[in-house]
Structures are given as C-alpha cells and as structure tokens.
C-alpha cells in the first residue's frame, strides 16, 4: 500500500511539472510573438505568416521608434517620474501604514483613518473633477502632477499594514524597554524586517508609475512632457498624421505594420521593468504572503 502510493505520488509530481511548463510555455508565447511580429517585414505581417519566428527579419519597427528625439526626452521623463513617484508613495505608505497597524487603544484615530482610506477607494469622483483639482493646483504640464496624480495606493497599504501586524508585539515592547522612541522602533527594527513586503510594494508602485500613460495624456497639453507610454500611444495611433519627420523616416514608415510597430513598443516599455524586476523577484512571492495569515 505504501509502495502504491509512493508510485502514485512520483507520478503526480511528474504530471505537475509538465503542467507547469505547458501553462508557463502558453504565458510566454503571446510575448514571444510579440517579439517576432516587431522583428518581421510588413509582407509577412499582412499575410498572417509570423507563428514562432521573425520572418523577413528587419528592425524597422525600433528604428522609426528611436530615432526621434523625443522618444529620449519622454524616456527621462518617465525615469524621472518613476524614481520621485517610488520614493514619495513609500514615504507615504510607511508613514501612514505603521500608524493604521497599531489598535485602537495605541492609535485612536486608526478606525476613522481607516475608513477614510477605504471610502476612498472605492468611490471617487471621476475623471473631471480630478483634472480640475490637478489645474487648480496648477500640476498641468509638471512631472509632479504625474507623480502625485495616482493618490496613495490602498492596496499597497493594506499590503503594508497586515505586515506590520504580523510582527511580533515583543519586538517593539523590547525595544520600549531599552529606551527606543517610535521613531527608532520603524527605522531600526521595523522597516529592517519588513524588507521583502517593502520590495515588493516598490515593485508594484514602479510598474504602475512606468505603464501608465493615462495621466500622462491629460495632463501634458504639449509633447515635450509626456511620458514614454504616453509618448509611444500617442506616435502609433497618429502615425499616419505624423508631421517633421525626414525622408527616410517617412520611408521607413511606409514599409512598416502597425502590429509590428505596437509590439516593438511593447518591449521597448518592458525593457526598464524586466531590468528591475531579478532584483526584487526574490522578495515578491515572500511579500506577498507574509502578513496575509496570522498565528
């Protein structure tokens, strides 16, 4: 009976892993032929011939992409709205998160706090109202209207605060016994220990500062201050009005599909994320569970 089951058990190992590399070979492949339609001639394109390689293999797509200056200047810019926009939400997600961890005996204005979050979450007043706080508080055409714009992510929160949580009381009551005043307490003994959640949240916020484009859209009323995604959108869906562009761009273009030109843009906004990502990967299973039970 032990043996049987011994047998079945090896078995059903096996069955897994060939499971898993089936669904992870079927979540790569959409951005391998990605890959390929950006490398491949517009011909094979238009006539559905790009499968599982580049077929008239040609870097098109990337050279009508890079060679405008401004694809460098809304690269800086989405580098540099990246970079303030990770530093003050982790500012703000630390402060505010510790603090909305402790009880209410410790804290008495957590619940009240707490709700005001959430409320916020859920309900908003939508698009319009939101530009006009953004215009009156004059962040139209500022990198800082796109670094403050997305407001302070709850999840992430939430994220933070059932971490914090999940911390030992003794850690802290040792720490108070020793002479440590909160201050102390987050920056010596806390923050050290809640590394894996803080990578994860850091990656959270970085992807979603680099991938949106929407915010980028409305508040930039000139090009010179969007940002890469939005730079990129705004050059594929008017390439066909595109003016003060060379001869040869306009060659290049002419021999281009919008597939291949979308999917070279895709890599191209991948290419700082997929960079980042090895460092924190390591962190990002492990942030994610911890806090999420208790006991």
């Known amino acids: 009976m032990i043996e049987n089951k011994s047998i079945g058990s090896r078995i059903f190992d096996k069955f897994n892993i060939v499971l898993m590399i089936f669904i992870g070979l079927l979540s790569l492949y959409p951005l391998w032929y990605a890959l390929c339609l950006s490398f491949s001639s517009q011909y094979a394109v238009n006539a559905g011939l790009v499968m599982f390689y580049p077929v008239g293999f040609n870097l098109e797509s990337y050279k009508v992409i890079m060679s405008d200056s401004g694809f460098f200047q809304s690269f800086w810019i989405s580098v540099e709205r990246t970079f303030l926009g990770v530093v003050i939400t982790m500012v703000m997600l630390v402060m505010m998160g510790y603090p909305l961890s402790k009880t209410t005996r410790e804290f008495r204005m957590r619940n009240v706090l707490m709700w005001l979050v959430m409320f916020c979450m859920l309900f908003n007043g939508g698009t319009i109202p939101w530009y006009i706080v953004m215009k009156k508080y004059g962040l139209i055409n500022s990198i800082w209207g796109l670094v403050l714009g997305g407001g302070l992510p709850v999840f992430n929160l939430i994220l933070l605060i059932n971490f914090f949580r999940s911390l030992p009381a003794e850690l802290e009551e040792a720490a108070i016994m020793d002479g440590g005043n909160p201050w102390q307490i987050l920056f010596r003994i806390v923050l050290p220990c809640a590394k894996p959640v803080l990578a994860t949240v850091v990656l959270f916020v970085a992807v979603g500062h680099w991938n949106d484009y929407f915010q980028g859209l409305v508040l930039a009323t000139e090009e010179k201050y969007y940002p890469l995604q939005t730079y990129i959108k705004q050059f594929v869906v008017n390439i066909s009005q595109t003016t003060g562009l060379s001869a040869e761009q306009i060659s290049s273009i002419s ?41």
Do not use: R
């Open 255 to 295: 021999n281009l599909n919008n597939k291949s030109l979308n999917a070279a843009k895709v890599f191209i906004s991948m290419i700082p994320m997929l960079i980042v990502y090895p460092f924190l990967q390591k962190y990002f299973v492990n942030g994610i569970m911890l806090g999420s039970v208790k006991g």
